[in-house]
C-alpha cells in the first residue's frame, strides 16, 4: 500500500509563494510517476504538474513558469513551489503516484487547501 501526506498550504496575498510537500510511505519506487492536482469549488480536478522517475517534469499551461515540480527519490517526497500566485491558483491540492504496469493505478493524498487572496 501505498500513503501520502501533503503539507504547505494554506493563505497567501497574490503574488505570494508557497511550497507544498507530499512525503510518501509504503511500496514506493523511484520510477512511479508523482504530480500534483488541485480541484477549486465547483469545478473538476485537474492536473497541475507531474514528474517521472527519471526528473522529467511537464505543467499545465496555467502554471508554467510559476511553478516548479521536483522530487527527491531517497525520501519518497514531491515538492511544489508555487510562485506569483494568482487567486485563481485557489484550490484544494493533491499529490498523486501511480503505479502499475501502465501507471494506471493511482493513489491520493488527503490534499491541502490554497487560498490566493486578491
Known amino acids: 500500500q501505498v500513503q501520502l501526506v501533503e503539507s504547505g498550504g494554506g493563505l497567501v496575498q497574490t503574488g505570494g509563494s508557497l511550497r507544498l510537500t507530499c512525503a510518501g510511505s509504503?511500496?514506493?519506487?523511484?520510477?512511479?510517476?508523482m504530480g500534483w492536482y488541485r480541484q477549486a469549488p465547483g469545478k473538476q480536478r485537474e492536473l497541475v504538474a507531474s514528474?517521472?522517475?527519471?526528473?522529467?517534469?511537464s505543467y499545465a499551461a496555467s502554471v508554467k513558469g510559476r511553478f516548479t515540480i521536483s522530487r527527491d527519490n531517497v525520501k519518497n517526497t514531491v515538492y511544489l513551489q508555487m510562485n506569483s500566485l494568482r487567486p485563481e491558483d485557489t484550490a484544494v491540492y493533491y499529490c498523486?503516484?501511480?503505479?502499475?504496469?501502465?501507471?494506471?493505478?493511482?493513489?491520493w493524498g488527503q490534499g491541502t487547501q490554497v487560498t490566493v487572496s486578491s
Open positions: 509504503g511500496t514506493i519506487s523511484h520510477i512511479n510517476p
Open positions: 498523486n503516484l501511480k503505479t502499475g504496469y501502465f501507471s494506471d493505478i493511482d493513489f
Open positions: 514528474i517521472t522517475g527519471g526528473g522529467r517534469a
